[in-house]
């Protein structure tokens, strides 16, 4: 067929050839190709000069999308088509560039990040000419949110994409560095919700937040995140138990954060929230609002990550928001009452993503602490009940019997300030036991001295008899020296009872032994850290 022959026009219109028209069958085919496709991928476009009848030619790359479409179910999956490729709708093509309507611009985002080869590739086979893809959200005034060029697959697609008349126009864009000032904070469509979810805790800052030994590298974490600049713990997990003051930390991050930058986009909420509201999307068929809402973000904090294990729609959806916030060079803070291997049902690619940050632990408090803690929470309430005393000694009495949460040690301090300024008393010895009774009851140490001295051989792998006996080779002596230190701070024996139940020693002999384990955990992190893993398992 050569270029002589030629389709009537129909009235009212116009051809235009984009690229090097050819109507030439390719070599060695003996086939004619039909009008618009030659041999060389060219496209000719039928362009309406006045309103009237669609052209054959706007229908015949209608029928050409659908073929790639097609072609693409098969390539991704029904899911992944159903999602991201049947949405999509043709709306032109011109010089090369192909014009797709999409639901929403992150949804044109992703598409172009994802499939945006491959629809090239599709097109070029089915012998369009396309050397570019212009996503356009449906019926918007804007109309380009993204673009792809047509490169190698291992060319860079940012450098490679020509300049647009909207920025936005030009696709992937550089993530956004944190100095950066973000876009005005959208309000979701999941029910109005404000982007940011959880309402921050006044109380919670870093100020307010009582440094020490078991939580000094926490706090310094959270510091350098909160100070912003390169982001290099990503994410940052923080874990413990209850009470330890992951939560605090968190507020007091994004605390900051507000104070420096106050246009970073930051989302604070609970795995519980981050649940619901994907559950909420599902429901109103509204993921690719959720989508959007979660991934615009600059800062994604998640507390109590636990939650979603066992969630498997959860999870994944999780996931892939993690990577694209990762991608996008975000930052993510993460808290958790466990780490992230001891989650057991939580998807392994999760957990290796929250482990490819910073894991922080934040220790049970010591003795030392928890004074501190109460110590700030007395200068607080000494301004609140200025008319009110404590006597010496309550406070480390309390420091030593409430040791687990910190959530109840303050609780107790408040309980004493309302009931002495009810009643006019001063907070003294006597009124805290009685004040406290049950507090101090569920708080009592319950372990026996024989499930300590048990406890303690098993883990340095010697004889119970050899902990109580006479033995003094320092393999020996050792752990029998935790032992009785352990027996002393998580018992209410006293010392003469429990040098009876060491083969008969005096309260002196015990007392040497506590007084050096004491000296030894300050200098030697090996035996810190053993006597906080056996603290935990008597605990547990």
Not at 263 to 288: P, W
Not at 409 to 417: T, V
């Amino acid at each position: 067929m050569s270029g002589k022959r030629s389709r009537a026009q129909a009235p009212g219109s116009f051809r235009v050839a984009v690229g090097r028209p050819s109507a030439r069958a390719p070599r060695g085919t003996g086939r004619p190709v039909p009008p618009g496709a030659g041999a060389n991928k060219s496209e000719a476009v039928r362009l309406p000069v006045a309103a009237g009848k669609d052209t054959g030619l706007e229908q015949m790359t209608e029928e050409t999308w659908g073929k790639v479409q097609g072609v693409l179910r098969q390539q991704v999956g029904e899911n992944n088509y159903q999602t991201w490729i049947q949405p999509i709708s043709f709306r032109s093509c011109e010089d090369g560039v192909v014009r797709l309507s999409v639901p929403t611009s992150f949804f044109g985002t992703w598409v172009n990040r994802n499939f945006g080869d491959a629809i090239l590739i599709g097109l070029h086979k089915a012998g369009e000419e396309a050397s570019r893809l212009v996503f356009e959200v449906a019926n918007t005034a804007a109309r380009t949110p993204c673009a792809r060029d047509q490169v190698p697959a291992t060319a860079d697609a940012d450098s490679a994409a020509p300049a647009a008349a909207s920025p936005a126009a030009a696709a992937p864009a550089p993530a956004p560095r944190a100095s950066d000032p973000s876009p005005a904070r959208p309000r979701g469509a999941l029910g109005g919700t404000d982007v940011h979810g959880a309402a921050l805790d006044a109380r919670y800052t870093f100020d307010t937040f009582v440094v020490g030994k078991p939580n000094e590298l926490a706090h310094a974490a959270a510091r350098r995140v909160a100070e912003g600049g390169p982001v290099t713990f990503n994410p940052l997990f923080l874990y413990g138990g209850v009470g330890l003051g992951k939560t605090h930390l968190m507020h007091a991050i994004a605390w900051h954060m507000r104070q420096q930058q106050p246009d970073l986009n930051i989302l604070f909420l609970s795995a519980e929230q981050f649940m619901y509201r994907f559950v909420q999307a599902l429901r109103e068929k509204q993921m690719m609002d959720f989508k959007q809402l979660f991934r615009s973000v600059d800062v994604l904090m998640v507390d109590d990550v636990q939650f979603i294990a066992g969630k498997d729609s959860t999870q994944e959806e999780f996931f892939h928001t993690f990577n694209a916030l990762v991608d996008q060079n975000k930052q993510i803070v993460i808290s958790g009452d466990r780490t992230p291997t001891e989650m057991s049902d939580m998807e392994n690619r999760i957990v290796s993503r929250l482990q490819s940050g910073l894991v922080v632990d934040l220790h049970p408090t010591d003795y030392e602490l928890r004074l501190g803690i109460l110590q700030q929470k007395v200068e607080a309430y000494a301004e609140q009940y200025p008319q009110l005393s404590i006597e010496p000694g309550v406070l480390e009495f309390l420091s030593h019997r409430i040791s687990t949460n910190v959530r109840v040690l303050e609780g107790a301090l408040m309980r004493l300030f309302a009931m002495a300024s009810l009643v006019g008393r001063k907070i003294d010895m006597a009124m805290t036991q009685d004040c406290l009774a049950d507090i101090l009851r569920a708080s009592e140490r319950k372990v026996s001295i024989d499930e300590i001295q048990r406890r303690v051989a098993e883990h340095y792998n010697i004889r119970l008899a050899e902990m109580i006996g006479p033995t003094r080779v320092r393999t020996v002596a050792r752990p029998r020296q935790i032992a009785m230190y352990l027996c002393k701070y998580m018992t209410t024996r006293s010392l003469p009872e429990i040098g009876r139940r060491f083969g008969g020693r005096d309260h002196t002999t015990i007392m040497h032994g506590v007084k050096r384990i004491e000296e030894l955990k300050e200098k030697d992190t090996q035996i810190a850290d053993d006597l906080e893993l056996l603290r935990r398992s008597l605990e547990a």
